[in-house]
């Protein structure tokens, strides 16, 4: 028998507990050295079932074996669906996610939005809080990029993802994010993950570099475990020993995930590549192996930009790639989101 | 001015070069230490390039800047296609490579090979001689495994390709093989690639699961600067950190490889995976990042096999793999290479 | 010319910086996206320098070339040394840290604590925050955990070196702490790092597992960039492709830190080699290459533990490492800083 | 029950084998696919060992769990002591490898052999055929470079151990030198490993750059299989992500290596760190993890090598290391093997 536990139970709950088994012949213990479970050995008599159903602090009595981790695809038994805006990611629904790596002026975030979105794009990316490896780089807008967003959101109908780095920035974010991005840097940033959580605006979960699956399904599970399953996984590429491409695209790990976990994945070519040329075939191989959905760094003049200027495509690059994706997910009865023919608002 | 020296060039025609350097006042280096080179500084009167021409050991004159290595895309200016049997890679034409691991019974064999060309393989992958990590692992049937796969190609019409481990066996090898396969762990043995780079026969040179793309080019060059230009690169997966695939299948290096290269490049999505039910996503990842052609294991009994069991898959899952190829490379204009419609010889 | 920024500058500084590069003659701009600094390109007469001096937002004028980052060797002179309790780490002072990983009872810690101290321990290590990978695994003691430090450290007088997660938590933590311990999975938490830069208490900057060396210098640079330069480093291993130690200790790191920084830095060999019958060999190795001192996870039934068991090593072996540090040391001339004999609170 | 089977066993006396298992009701598996072990399942009565004793292709039959392989320590129960002129490696004795990386001329490398060994070098390094990862590259001068050897070896009286790269070169190369060397790139050559095993000149097994320490293991076993058991391992780093040093030196696996195999092992701290300022200390990191031994590139006059120049040292520095080692292996009871104070021949 395994008893699932509610969270943060009391000790004299515990101790309730402990004292049926002990009443009962039970002996227990957390399996895997999981807090929210115990799991009992004993004589096993058909009443003690309810008898522990009964008791305060006890969510569910499982059968052994019974207890999923929230992220898999058992758990849940289909594939899961995140919707953002006119974006819909997962369970068929294939999305594109454009825009520039950080949020320069405001003129320039409505030309791109517009034309990302003519291109196929249902989702606008912009950091207005960008993590920088370096104190003393260019750090991003913070606040007035946030107020830049929401601008562009209103006069573009665009939803948008942006980044939040600190737990205590994730109201003001969450003002005027449609999806929280926390990044590479922050996947084990667990304060920020269980913020993010207790939100119910849906997050898009970036593998960190150096990550195992296995460490971001966990990380997934810190968000899901708050009660937010509105959750988007990234595969960006991981730190290998070569380099002619900035990070390996792990397009294992999407087909991997594709097969053990119901959440939507997504893969992020433009860091994978850290070069203009090569984000379009790994695109391509990324929607071939399963993605649910592309997050590209677009540019219209990609030369200019602040940070991460050589890996941004033009627009009309965007554009071709969007020609590729919408014939790949054909292939195996998917479909590419379209964004709504509704009037531009500026328009 | 740049000279191209000959291969082997005896010490006094190198004195002769030096000395008219000296008379015409020029000095002489290897560039970036390559010995086939020499690159000369001076007056550069213009009547000099062809006293050069003129002497012993020199193959080329070249202005400076021309010295490509022969297997950059500068170097022939367009992709190069190399055909074995029906099959075809590169320059637009796709080929599926398709057997099982090591080779243990004939009449197996036969059905396998059979099953695979009537999917859409045009070339049977066969190892005779396997690479083992242990000595006490089974090493394949050696001269014995040749034999049985000189008569499976009489029977089937369908050419093959093997391993070759050995410089000492080339020619034996040779004497059945329509391509030499040079295996991951063997990408560096350069007794083996000048060997192999010596006969006329293709080859298939798989990339180190610790090799830097630039050292598989450069094992690329050690079997073209013998002047065997028949050759096709293998990615196969690198080594990770993670263990959710046996190998990290790295598709940002085939697109590379594409970008700089005129080589075909396949990919062996078998390796990579090392499991079966990740073989798909994984074929189709690569077909889509841009690759010439797969090379898959297959087993009519995937459970049965001595050695990579795990990741073979089944003749109908191959032929699910071989649909998918050939609806992806339309979508860039490619073909997949079809089996000739011929008789089969032991109809 | 260069000018050193003071942090946060408004516009309105920044415009008259501007409006005086105008005036004088001299285009300006950010070298390597450093917004710290501003480069000044133009006729460079002398009496400029003292112009640019006197503006509000300039903090100082360097000559070009002259712009360190605070973490070089070259910005100071000579290397550092950090003090915490008995603790010294750096130019020539070798210190111990070591203790159990997380906070089980609170007698167990006072044994713990006079055992590793009377084996030459200077600093106990506790965790009553721990970052696990998944939400469901024992999370350490929190609160109730800081209050068992504060009368550990009472009762044994030795100091203590706590983990921080949270940048909320970080007066909370403070207000025990001798040293704030900045984990692997968060030494990309830019908001943390900052925080901890913003007090005085000593800090230990840990390197991720997936993160360059260039990183954790960057990272450090968070910290000192506060103003805190009470800053020691701690190289951990790193992921690496094979399994026989859970990580690559990556003593070169530690020998090129040594060599481009004043930092102190320490290595652990406990986490790096995940196996107890390991942590000896890689603890002389790490002293060997130059570390300033080690951090050990010790526990008096290493059997028992709640977390990262296997990896804890008894008192007897922790005393033995010690003795062998005692040794090494002595053969470049450093010294062991042991335990003041002062006597003991509770005797 | 288990059969430990003789080399090449012919298929005749495997049919008795199988006939005599089903005769007394036995059934038998090849355990972990080696072919070298036969595992038997029956009724198990006490005389049937001996009738399987008898058998013609039965080397021996042991109790299950005893069959070890040949690197293991518990197979031999005591680590081995290699011997290779004056220098011994294993078992208390610690000797010093040194030399140039390539042969340029004789009378500099009499030079450096004369310092090395005036330094405490037992054993000289010089590589007369390279690996070169480029067919342009310098690559070694061959047979020249082996007369070259023979001459120097005459004429000081040091031991020499030297690369080998093609199987066809074994009779060759171990007509000059001591001791074989293997290189990195070689190590999975089964074909080399098989031909230097049947000698019995001593061999030196470095580690792939990409290779597990299991693969090592297995590598080492090819050799150790064919009779030959004069068998040292070498650790000179592995790939990893970070490039402050060439290659990451695993001293983790240093540590393991000498738990689990009687093999001595050495450390190459110049190809680890690939720059000579970092030779130092990464050479007594190896020696304190529990090495027996370095293999360090000394040039007296570093700037002017051909390859690899960077990471070699000067005499004076290699002198350096020298005493830091004597120091260093006198802690732990274990000795620096002296060069034998014999005249100098040509003296």
Chains 1, 2, 3, 4 share one sequence.
Do not use: W
Request: hydrophobic share 45%; net charge neutral.
């Amino acid at each position: 028998m395994l008893l699932r536990l509610q969270r943060n139970v009391p000790q004299s709950a515990l101790d309730s507990i402990f004292l049926l088994c002990k009443e009962l012949g039970y002996r227990a213990r957390h399996p895997g050295g999981r807090a929210d479970l115990l799991e009992l050995f004993g004589p096993g008599s058909p009443g003690d079932r309810s008898r522990f159903e009964d008791l305060s602090g006890v969510a569910q009595v499982l059968d052994p074996g019974e207890a999923r981790e929230l992220h898999e695809l058992a758990a849940r038994g289909a594939p899961s669906q995140v919707r953002v805006g006119d974006a819909a990611f997962g369970a068929g629904a294939v999305s594109l996610v454009a825009g520039p790596c950080a949020i320069e002026d405001e003129e320039r975030l409505v030309e791109i939005a517009r034309g990302v979105r003519a291109a196929g794009a249902t989702l606008l990316r912009g950091g207005a809080f960008k993590p920088r490896t370096s104190p003393y780089s260019f750090r991003g807008s913070g606040q007035r990029g946030l107020e830049s967003l929401a601008r562009v959101k209103a006069e573009t109908g665009l939803a948008v993802v942006t980044e939040v780095l600190d737990p205590r920035d994730v109201e003001a974010v969450g003002a005027v994010a449609d999806m929280f991005q926390i990044g590479a840097r922050s996947m084990s940033n667990f304060a920020l993950l269980s913020e993010v959580g207790r939100t119910r605006t849906p997050v898009l979960l970036k593998r960190g570099f150096g990550a195992r699956v296995r460490e971001l399904l966990l990380a997934a599970e810190y968000v899901l475990a708050e009660g937010n399953d509105a959750l988007v996984l990234c595969e960006r590429g991981v730190r290998g020993f070569d380099s002619v491409t900035r990070n390996l695209l792990d397009v294992g790990a999407v087909a991997y995930l594709k097969r053990v976990s119901h959440l939507p994945v997504i893969v992020d070519p433009s860091h994978a590549a850290g070069r203009a040329d090569l984000v379009r075939p790994l695109a391509r191989a990324g929607i071939a192996a399963g993605a649910d959905g592309l997050m590209i760094e677009v540019h219209p003049a990609p030369a200019e930009v602040h940070s991460d200027g050589q890996q941004a495509v033009s627009l009309e690059a965007f554009a071709e790639i969007a020609r590729d994706v919408r014939r790949l997910v054909e292939i195996d009865g998917r479909r590419l989101v379209q964004p709504e023919l509704q009037p531009d608002v500026s328009a």
